[in-house]
């Protein structure tokens, strides 16, 4: 039989068909050939002897949380406590677009900015979204679940940002435990601690602990390069340009010039390990 798997702990595989969940176990020669199953893979499994016996080919698939084949994030941004960090927004961009997820930036507690603050941070949501990714507010309801429909999703971000208070009221029955922001140190304790895929409003849900494997080593600065999606707007005469030495490169221009927005330039210099070479 085919089925996925919707959720591990210890050495139990929970493997859902379109009829129930198996609770399976993998063959021997995983382990042999070093072979680690993921929430979200598609298995051919056993349902008598309830063993795994293939994992098909996946999509994509991360190490932290270990999850495969998901099709969008919703990435949880708070805009205060805590509050609205670029720097990690940006990481969870680049690490969707390495990995072909499509990211979207659900913002929260839009509700406890300040006047005097609002204006400048909604500039920088519009500069997000006119360079082409989907901003939404966490009390749009309604088109987060048109978004879910068909759809294998993730839901991270910053802790304490509220994404399982979101998933709550996406679906009241899972009383998904939250975690209280540290007044102290501005950063909220980790709740979720086993990934699970729950079915929701037409397609897949992962509530997972957030992705915590983000740097950049394993990757070229050119694959970093690519993922800052607005600098293809401005092709460069130089070869293989990576838009840091070089005094007539376009994205420089456009970044004086304020069509790239600074701290996305800024970001990318650090990312790929030559944030020395800008001056403002």
Known sequence: MRGQIV??????????TNKQIYPCKCRGIFRKEKIIPLVGDYVEFNSEKLVIEKILPRKNQFSRP????IDQAFIIT??????????LLDKLLVLMELHSVKPIICITKKDLVKDSELLKIEEILSYYQKIGY????NTELEKIKEMLN?????????????????????????????????VALGRGRHTTRVVTLYELFG?????????????FHSYSKEDIRDCFIEFRKFPCSFQDCLHTKEVECEV??????NNIMKSRYINYLNFIGEDEEYES
């Not at 989907?134 to 507010?137: A, G, K, L």
């Not at 509530?207 to 740097?215: Q, V």
């Open 66 to 69: 270990k999850v495969s084949n």
């Open 252 to 257: 420089k221009k456009a970044v004086s010039a």
């Open 203 to 215: 397609g897949k849900v992962m509530d997972t602990p957030g992705f915590s494997a983000l740097d």
């Open 7 to 16: 959720k591990i702990h210890s050495d139990l595989h929970y493997v859902q």
């Open 150 to 182: 068909g759809k294998t999703s993730v839901f991270t971000g910053q802790t304490g940002a509220g994404k399982s208070s979101l998933l709550n009221k996406l679906n009241p029955n899972w009383n998904l435990e939250t975690g209280e922001v540290s």
């Open 134 to 137: 989907s901003v939404i507010d």
């Open 78 to 87: 708070s805009l205060v406590c805590p509050d609205l960090s670029l720097n």
